[in-house]
């Protein structure tokens, strides 16, 4: 007779670290949606659930490419077109030393490849806090013990240099740095890139600049790349199309290693070992990297300047709201507000859902300095919807703190 006892099967150990707070709260939107209401989506940053779409002639690129039969595997590292694409387009934002570039299945795999590459038992990499939670959850995959540094929110995120300095230890191989920011909408000064770079080459750590929302700048001021300022220091800069080329469903990132040749050598055969054993990103997609760099650029154009008239009508709203107030977004689409609340933000997150149907992230899902409350705004909604959320929240308030 067979047993017929079923016993559990337990997720491995160091998965208890794995949080995705941005997709963690779509059970319960769901079970909203189902008892007949509307859920606002705030909380993710796909720009095609709003007024926004892929350029047309990317798509034709792909499509010719299928018809083309390009349908079996790619190089793994990608297609020459392509990464010839990216190295012209690196160079053009002053990023000299190029010593690889590789496509990979978004700037998630990037990510991915690249720490589980780097990183020894025992060893760790300085994350920001609050933090895109991509590297917290890959970090924990790979067993590797947190190393948060603060952005300072007195002083419009920056990275704070104090905290930095204060976490590297001999373990500690390299720094991520998101600029523009996600979850804050910070970019990040020259000044400080350069204070980052110098700690780096002092302490020889490993940059990884996600520069994936690097055309997505609301003010005037250009963005500067870190490899650009830190041209000696070993940078692995990540791009992709999932938000510049408003294609996050095609999984199309990449990476581009730069500094001394003969330093990183050892690290780019690491990177690429890892590459080849995965085989490759998807390869008709790659067919749309070079038209996306090279050909016209008009969407960047439209999208910025609606970003722009969203980010303006979120920073009204935080500005004239009680118990809400914000640094003013400068890049990317996300607004990341403080809260003066009686109760965790989660709370506020998930009693927001029930009663108003709108769906925000909580700070707490960021890894947010201990003891402070904020929220995550998408604010990628067109400017009649952005405003009926804010009514809805600002209502919130007032009903639940008086
Ligand atoms: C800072 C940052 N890095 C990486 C990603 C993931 O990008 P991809 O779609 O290329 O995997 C995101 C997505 O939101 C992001 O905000």
């Known amino acids: 007779m067979p047993t017929t006892q079923v016993r559990e099967i337990s997720a491995a150990t160091r998965l208890d670290n794995v949080r995705y707070a941005i997709r963690d709260l779509a059970v319960l939107a769901e079970q909203v949606t189902q008892q007949g209401h ?76 690249c720490l589980a590459a780097l990183l020894n038992p025992g060893e760790n990499v300085l994350t920001p806090a609050p933090d895109y939670p991509l590297y917290s959850a890959v970090l924990a995959k790979l067993g590797v013990r947190l190393n948060p540094y603060e952005l300072n929110e007195d002083d419009g995120w920056q990275p704070d240099l104090t905290d930095i300095t204060r ?20 970019v990040c000064s020259r000044a400080r890139l350069e204070s980052v770079a110098e700690l780096a080459r002092r302490h020889n750590l490993v940059i990884f600049a996600d520069e994936i929302y690097d055309k997505l700048i609301l003010d005037n001021d250009p963005h500067t790349a870190m490899a650009a300022v830190a041209r000696d220091v070993p940078v692995v800069t990540f791009g992709g199309l999932s938000k510049n080329y408003l294609a996050p469903g095609w999984r199309i990132g990449w990476g581009v290693v730069t500094g001394d040749g003969a330093a990183v050598k ?42 722009r ?57 960021f890894g947010q300095r201990a003891g402070s ?14 405003g009926s959320a804010y009514q809805a929240i600002a209502d919130f308030l007032r009903e639940r703190y008086h």
């Open 266 to 307: 050892p690290y780019v055969e690491g990177i690429n070992r890892l590459l080849r054993a995965r085989l490759c990103a998807n390869h008709p997609e790659q067919y749309a990297i070079r038209p996306a760099l090279e050909g016209p650029q008009d969407h960047l154009v439209e999208i910025n300047r609606k970003l």
């Open 167 to 186: 976490k590297i230890s001999p373990r500690t191989r390299g720094i991520v740095l998101i600029n523009p920011n996600n979850p804050t909408g910070s």
């Open 309 to 365: 008239s969203r980010r303006d009508l979120t920073v009204k709203w935080t500005n004239s709201t009680p118990r809400v107030s914000c640094v003013p977004p400068r890049g990317a689409f996300y607004a990341f507000p403080s809260l003066d609340i009686p109760e965790g933000d989660d709370v506020f997150v998930k009693e927001l859902l029930l009663q108003k149907h709108v769906l925000l992230v909580h700070g707490s899902g």
């Open 373 to 386: 409350k904020h929220f995550r705004i998408v604010f990628l909604p067109d400017e009649k919807t952005l």
């Open 38 to 113: 509307r859920v606002l989506p705030l909380n993710i940053g796909d720009p095609l659930n709003f007024d926004f779409q892929t350029p047309a002639h990317m798509i034709e690129a792909v499509s010719k490419a299928m018809r083309d039969g390009k349908n079996g595997y790619a190089p793994s590292a990608g297609i020459k077109e392509a990464l010839d694409a990216i190295r012209r387009q690196a160079e053009g934002k002053g990023i000299p030393n190029i010593q690889d570039i590789f496509i990979t299945s978004g700037v998630s795999e990037a990510v991915d490849v």
